[in-house]
């Protein structure tokens, strides 16, 4: 498989639950972005890893978790969400020479 | 701290028609700029970018852009669109002391009616 790919592509899930966000990238990059995509808002950039350490937290709430196990792989660990938390989380990679962000097709998330 | 604005919401174009799509920036610093497409249930793509140089770069499916730094502008033009056109655009932005961040706008839908 190619590119950046993101599992699950579509989540319900309750108020109560913890579920978690998978994210790998076959790119050879080294470094992976977690975005939330809301309607009508610009795209939120949450956390940002640099060869597995993380280097951005744009102050998300702490029931958001993530994961950098290898430069390959990163993971939002979720739980105890709120219906607002409901969007679009998509996963980015990029090389550091490039400047360029590549995006995996996103987890649908809906809180109930 | 950076901004990005895409004034336009919706953009309505009849097939065969010209386009173009505004982004507005703000920054402080020297920036790049980058504009990215989303198709419907699909992540984001790099349509073209802007680093240095030429202000005036272009995609390889007919799209440009050109870098106008006194209007701090990074508009998206089209000569003629196709319906595959169709889609949404995100104009953004970072900065060279800190090329992670990227600043989206909030995006404009492209609709292409044949």
């Known amino acids: 498989e190619t590119g950046v790919t993101q599992t699950p592509r579509h989540l319900v899930m309750g108020m109560t639950n913890k579920k978690s966000l998978k994210c790998e990238q076959h790119?050879?990059?080294?470094?992976m972005y977690w975005y939330k995509q809301s309607a009508k808002k610009p795209l939120e950039l949450m956390f940002v890893?640099?060869?597995?350490?993380?280097?951005e937290n744009n102050s998300v709430p702490s029931r958001f978790s993530p994961e950098c196990p290898n430069s390959s792989h990163l993971f939002l660990h979720l739980h105890t969400l709120q219906p607002e938390d409901s969007a679009l989380y998509l996963c980015?990679?990029?090389?550091?020479?490039?400047?360029?962000?590549?995006f995996g097709p996103g987890t649908r998330l809906t809180v109930t | 701290a950076q901004s990005v604005t895409q004034l336009d919401s919706q953009v309505p174009v009849f097939e065969e028609a010209p386009v173009e799509l505004r982004c507005n920036y703000s920054?402080?610093?020297?920036?790049?700029l980058f504009w990215y497409v989303q198709y419907p249930n699909q992540g984001l793509q790099l349509l073209l970018k802007?680093?240095?140089?030429?202000?005036l770069v272009e995609s390889i499916n007919g799209f440009e852009a050109e870098f106008n730094k006194s209007q701090t502008s990074f508009h998206l033009r089209k000569p003629s669109v196709h319906i595959s056109d169709t889609a949404e655009y995100f104009c953004?932005?970072?900065?060279?002391?800190?090329?992670?961040?990227?600043?989206f706008g909030t995006g404009t839908r492209l609709q292409v009616f044949p």
């Open positions: 790119l050879g990059h080294n470094a």
């Open positions: 802007y680093l240095s140089g030429s202000t």
């Open positions: 980015a990679s990029s090389n550091q020479q490039s400047y360029e962000q590549y």
């Open positions: 953004a932005v970072s900065t060279s002391y800190n090329t992670d961040k990227l600043i």
């Open positions: 890893y640099n060869f597995k350490e993380q280097t």
């Open positions: 920054s402080s610093v020297s920036v790049y």
